[in-house]
């Protein structure tokens, strides 16, 4: 990780999101952009966010987010899909990172063997064990 490099934080699980999209724009094959609902993915709280980072987001980068059973759950992006809602936006691109592609830019063993837990957690309520 180099100093510089952006981070998300959800919960203990913190993504390299510098290296993913650097990863996402050498792999342009495994991640077409597609077009996601404002108001289905916009969950993130406003007053979270920077006021001028919403103001000037750029609506046509694409958000990143990752896919869990049942979830989609933005890794970046939140403050464009703030500025779409405002702007009356219905539709923003995105990637969407799955499970295997997004797990590599975890930041810290002990969140990659959490995550790890929690997910082979879901899976196993899925297969209804």
């Known amino acids: 990780m180099d100093e510089d490099d952006e981070l998300y934080a959800n919960g203990i699980f913190v993504f390299n999101i510098t290296k993913l999209v650097a990863f996402i724009r050498t792999n342009t094959d495994k991640f077409p952009i597609e077009e996601v609902e404002v108001k289905a993915v916009r969950l993130f709280p406003s007053s979270q966010l920077t006021e001028l980072t919403i103001q000037t987001a750029n609506l046509s980068a694409p958000i990143l987010a990752e896919i869990s059973p049942g979830n989609f759950n933005v890794i970046d992006g939140n403050h464009r899909l703030e500025r779409a809602h405002r702007d009356g936006v219905d539709k923003i691109p ?36």
């Not at 995105?94 to 959490?114: D, G, I, P, W």
């Open 94 to 129: 995105a990637f969407r990172v799955n499970v295997e592609q997004h797990l590599a830019f975890l930041t810290s063993e002990k969140a990659y063997k959490t995550y790890i837990e929690y997910w082979n957690g879901k899976v196993d309520t899925l297969k209804g064990r």
